[in-house]
């Protein structure tokens, strides 16, 4: 059973999109914001905020639209699937 969940973490890991194809950027500049305001991966549903930053349907590794390669998503980072965690919603 373990064997089984593994090899179907390692596909849905497999089946991530590309950081290039997800629009995904980073800009230095935003580091220091408050990342729960605006459009930056920390404030997405998506984001995991696990070893550095993961994301649950791009991929960590790869060239941004920037041309610059990471290992990880940014919580300072940004791409066109982005969608709000409402959790983190200030009003
Ligand atoms: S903005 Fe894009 S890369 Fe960032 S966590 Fe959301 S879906 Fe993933």
Redesign the pocket.
């Known amino acids: 059973m373990a064997e089984r969940i593994k090899h179907l973490v390692e596909i849905a890991k497999e089946a991530r999109i590309p ?1 290039k194809r ?3 950027i980073e800009i230095a500049e935003f580091q220091k914001s408050d990342l729960t305001k605006g ?4 404030a ?5 905020d696990v070893q550095g ?6 991929k960590s590794q790869g060239e941004d639209c920037n041309g610059r390669f990471s290992k990880v ?1 940014a919580p300072f ?7 709000p965690n409402k959790s983190m919603l200030k009003k």
């Not at 997405?44 to 995991?48: E, M, N, S």
């Not at 930053?53 to 791009?58: E, L, N, S």
């Open positions: 950081k997800a629009g995904y459009y930056f991966c920390k997405c549903v998506y984001f995991l930053g993961k994301c649950a349907i791009v998503i980072g940004y791409c066109s699937l982005w969608a």
